[in-house]
């Protein structure tokens, strides 16, 4: 049983337990109404009738083309804070950088994507040989090696992109397939990730042009959480606070804003004055 700060008053403690107690099982209760596509770092899960199914979001060619788009941004970091004669420890991470970038196999992907890849692929080695060569870097010729990577980097980055949309376009359609019509209609999507991501990442607008003008009412982001218990807790939240709000307030989306929020809003026109 969760403890929580005493009023002085037993009575209210006890009435304030119950209430915890009571919303603790009914919100466990709230997660199994409906279907959930959990959406994790690399996988989606759907949880439907007692049953837990995921589907992988990240296909090798996924992790290849980041792997590969790291290379070069590797080797700015690795210099960018340096200037002049680069010491042992700097070169001998950059020549272990230099073996793997050079050892990298691309005969897995089409041609198209192979092209951008290895003009990064390329570039990076031709800077990487100059730098190991004079032993020295200065911010110039780093800087003119990460203005001609810029572009590849971007290319390579929406080709990552439509890799991932496709997996999990097939991903979403294949558990939601065998949802029945009042399922379907009914189920609700947490996306997991980030503070930065939020509505800009790649899952959200994805579930946001799927779902359309419903969008808001079921998607969820699950900001800083990455475990599935959390974020299952998270739907069950959410779903037993709107029967709550739209009993008591006419308003389902009135307890997704802070409790104290519009009255405090209100209050604060005045506050301080006289």
Request: with cysteine; net charge negative.
């Amino acid at each position: 049983m969760t403890k929580f700060p005493d009023t002085g008053d037993a009575a209210a403690d006890r009435v304030n337990q119950r209430f915890h107690d009571g919303y603790d099982t009914a919100r466990a209760e709230a997660e199994l109404i409906a279907p959930v596509l959990l959406v994790l770092a690399d996988s989606i899960v759907c949880l439907c009738d007692g049953e837990r199914e995921e589907r992988p979001l990240a296909p090798p060619a996924f992790h290849l083309l980041k792997s590969v788009v790291h290379g070069p941004v590797a080797l700015f970091v690795l210099l960018h804070p340096l200037s002049g004669p680069l010491d042992a420890t700097t070169l001998r991470q950059l020549s272990s950088l230099r073996t793997s970038l050079a050892a990298v196999s691309l005969s897995d992907l089409s041609a198209d994507i192979v092209a951008n890849l290895q003009g990064l692929v390329d570039g990076s080695l031709a800077f990487v040989d100059q730098v190991l060569k004079t032993h020295d870097v200065n911010s110039a010729a780093l800087h003119e090696f990460a203005q001609a990577m810029g572009p590849l980097l971007l290319r390579s980055t929406a080709d990552a992109t439509g890799i991932q949309l496709h997996a999990l376009d097939s991903a979403v359609s294949h558990l939601v397939a065998h949802f029945t019509p009042a399922q379907e209609a009914a189920y609700q999507v947490i996306v997991t990730g980030d503070h930065q991501a939020r509505r800009r990442s790649l899952p959200m607008q994805y579930f946001g042009k799927r779902f359309g003008d419903h969008s808001e009412e079921r998607v969820l982001y699950a900001e800083g959480i990455t475990d599935e218990k959390e974020a299952l807790a998270l739907i069950g939240i959410h779903r037993l606070d709107e029967h709550i709000a739209a009993a008591f307030f006419g308003d389902k989306k009135r307890l997704q804003r802070d409790v104290l929020g519009d009255a405090a809003a209100a209050q604060l026109q005045s506050f301080g004055q006289g």
